[in-house]
DNA sequence: GGCGTGCGCGAGAGCGCTCTCACCAGTGTG
DNA sequence: CACACTGGTGAGAGCGCTCTCGCGCACGCC
């Protein structure tokens, strides 16, 4: 298709504007160490010859892309439901592009993809990866540990492996855990029910945690295990209401949960939040809204958490920040979350 | 971080298999043409080597990248809003893997970005484009021609530049709102409303021409305009009820639009689907299966509208197919949508 | 046995760039 | 006035690969 023009080369420019090629080379890389006038010339026949850098010649030679691979491990199907995913990435785009570098996606499904990836990241294209892996068996971090390329996870890897030099972002799920509870708590509630996530994933094992944190002694039975779906959270609660029905609270893993809970609530003649006070986590706006009645849940940064993962990563490939001495390898951070408050509790 | 390890180069694979480089090209790149006593012996030093090619190298030569650009325009809020997008990426990341392409991601924000979208895409980086840019009066599109990019588009491109050779795929949306309308028809509805999508997009312009090929002489007050929003669905229901209080079946151009309607629609006391009937488009699970009742609505394959992009994008880069001739030259493709019957119709 | 034929393989050029190094002013110093 | 010294510039090597070309060899034919 399109029969390409033959591109301008670097000689051609140099020719035009009657320098070496190596001049050239520096001011379109800067222009430093180059007299005004001459900086000037190469500029003046960049532009009319439109002249664009052969990116694959340059990385040849310097062994930089200015690319960086963001890994989605399937089956994270999870990951598709919601918005949760194209907002990290939006995040991570603006990031990566505010620093000049290209965004290659690879999306995982199955085991064979698992190596396929791995060759990909040993094979030197990117500079660096961003990697969504959230269950606790995934062999994914340990490929990429091997295939020693510079990663920034996104959200606490559950991993067994060597964790030495692991960075990750990760939002504080135990601390929004806690706050949920605790609003619940101030509410008067004292029979304050969780229906947990898929316990495979950090995220939901932590919301737990905070559950647990506050509700020292909470009766087992008030604990019910779900997978983050809304079906999942309708099973949930129709086991919890089986096993307490004097139930006043119920703080879900997440919003599609919580709205499957409600759903169950409000079958079995419960008024939210008079009888049962309910709440969520992520914000998910398209679902936490749409309740009836709204829900009231526990927001994360999503776009942040991107952004931040694309910063640390090109911090400790020595871009994106004027390099902070050797001091400057990145650690993990955990994002705060807040509580928002609608009309479900 | 993590000093690579110089990794092995061709050469050092033809030393120790003892053939010319030349030869362990040929085998990395398929091997025909060689003895296979040789192959295998490449094969092995390979193996034992971890040779990976080196794509920067091969690039330089073939000035082929095995690489396709996808690019979404912002402010196309909506694409992140619902999974749509995820799926649409997650059938293009399949089909392109499997043709061991790689998915560069390109997001925009604002107008800047087109520029620098522009430039990347001129610049030689990718062998192809697939466009998502649902607006009318985007500027992408004209651009991306310019940088004479073999490109498919998703959605049919509102566009009022040269349309020859544009390749685009797209759900049969007229065709969708009509099995809709008609579906309303059957169900005895008489008076059958419909809320729009924001209609400086072509999916919103041509479901409401699917509605009025059934609604031939349709009261123009039947016809609401909103965005695709659930707020702006709850508006153009108020709208609605305020000027036929009689209106018995509302069509909306998506299933968030309907998810406010419905709540208008209980709010007001009506009963759905006994005094109302609602039909929604899309079939986005989280929204349509939570609704209540669950929505009745237009279902598109949208990963498949992926892959199918990818897919043709590939064979026009005659890649991914035999070439079938010089005929070859892929056109545009409009898939089926299919009726989902729930309890909202 | 001489000759054409075709296949398998190696030699070598060259893709477009960066980067080192040597060169050539021009300036300041003894 | 000879000397080092500096900062701007060009020459040239080389990054790792593909691909064309030509050579050598085995085969089949006359």
Redesign the interface.
């Known amino acids: 298709?399109?029969d390409?023009a033959p591109?301008p080369t670097l000689e051609a420019v140099a020719a035009r504007a009657g320098v070496s090629r190596a001049t050239v080379s520096r001011v379109v890389n800067g222009g430093d160490g180059v007299r005004d006038n001459l900086v000037e010339r190469v500029r003046k026949a960049v532009d009319e010859l439109g002249y664009?850098?052969?990116?694959?010649?340059r990385?040849?030679v310097t062994r930089r892309?200015d690319?960086v691979a963001?890994v989605v491990a399937e089956p994270e199907t999870r990951?598709?439901?919601?918005?949760f995913?194209?907002?990290q990435?939006?995040g991570i785009?603006?990031e990566l592009?505010a620093h000049d570098n290209?965004?290659?996606?690879?999306?995982t499904?199955g085991r064979d993809?698992h190596a396929?990836v791995g060759?990909?990241l040993?094979?030197?294209?990117v500079d660096g990866a961003l990697v969504f892996s959230l269950h606790l068996d995934d062999p994914l971090p340990e490929l990429i540990q091997r295939a020693?390329?510079?990663t920034v996870f996104g959200g606490r890897p559950g991993w067994s492996g060597d964790r030495r030099g692991v960075v990750y972002v990760d939002s504080d799920n135990r601390g929004g855990a806690r706050d949920a509870v605790r609003h619940l708590a101030g509410l008067g509630r004292t029979r304050i029910a969780h229906i947990t996530g898929a316990l495979d994933q950090t995220s939901a094992v932590d919301r737990l945690d905070g559950y647990r944190d506050v509700m020292v002694d909470a009766d087992p039975r008030l604990i019910a295990e779900a997978d983050f779906t809304?079906a999942g959270g309708e099973r949930a609660m129709r086991e919890l209401l089986d096993r307490c029905p004097d139930v006043d609270a119920v703080f879900a893993a997440n919003d599609?949960t919580a709205?499957g809970a409600l759903?169950v609530l409000r079958e079995t003649g419960r008024r939210v939040p008079d009888d049962v006070a309910v709440i969520g986590f992520d914000d998910m706006?398209?679902?936490a809204?749409?309740?009836?009645p709204p829900l009231t849940t526990v927001r994360q940064d999503i776009e942040e958490m991107g952004r931040l993962m694309a910063r640390l990563l090109l911090r400790?490939?020595d871009r994106g920040a004027p390099r902070e001495g050797v001091a400057g390898?990145p650690s993990s951070v955990v994002l705060p979350t807040t509580l928002v408050r609608r009309a479900s509790a």
């Open positions: 298709m399109t390409t591109r664009v850098p052969n990116q694959a010649a990385s040849l892309h690319a963001v990951v598709f439901a919601d918005p995913f194209a907002l990435l939006r785009s603006k592009t290209q965004l290659v996606l690879l999306l499904e993809d396929r060759r990909y040993a094979g030197g294209h020693g390329v510079p809304p599609l709205s759903r706006q398209p679902v809204e749409q309740t009836d400790g490939l390898r």
